[in-house]
Nanobody
Framework: QVQLVESGGGLVQPGESLRLSCAAS????????MAWYRQAPGEQRELVAV???????NYADFVKGRFTISRDNAKNTVYLQMNSLTPEDTAIYYC?????????WGQGTQVTVSS
């Protein structure tokens, strides 16, 4: 069993930044990939960004140039740096760990962008 704990969410104004963290209860250096998803009220959960074991990254078009995913294997933690936030970024953000044989999810952290 793997536990993922997200943190860093909150209420910010449009144009501001947040950094989300996802701490895993096991080593992440060999996992297939880790990712951030988000789910807005009434919407389906959608992929935001993913980073694989080779540090390759991929982003949803709606965050390219604004968000950056990174990982610190020594801390078993994945980050999502979010800049130039807009109200459309308001959602619960979930961390995802893919072992190949199984996928784990965190409980989510709320991000609200409002003036």
């Amino acid at each position: 069993q793997v536990q993922l704990v997200e943190s860093g969410g909150g209420l910010v104004q449009p144009g501001e930044s947040l950094r989300l963290s996802c701490a895993a209860s096991r080593s992440i250096s060999s996992v297939n990939s880790m990712a951030w998803y988000r789910q807005a009220p009434g919407e389906q959960r959608e992929l935001v960004a993913v980073i694989d074991r080779g540090e390759r990254t991929n982003y949803a078009d709606f965050v390219k140039g604004r968000f950056t995913i990174s990982r610190d294997n020594a801390k078993n933690t994945v980050y999502l740096q979010m800049n130039s936030l807009t109200p459309e970024d308001t959602a619960i953000y979930y961390c995802n760990l893919d072992l190949g044989s199984r996928v784990y999810w965190g409980q989510g952290t709320q991000v609200t962008v409002s003036s």
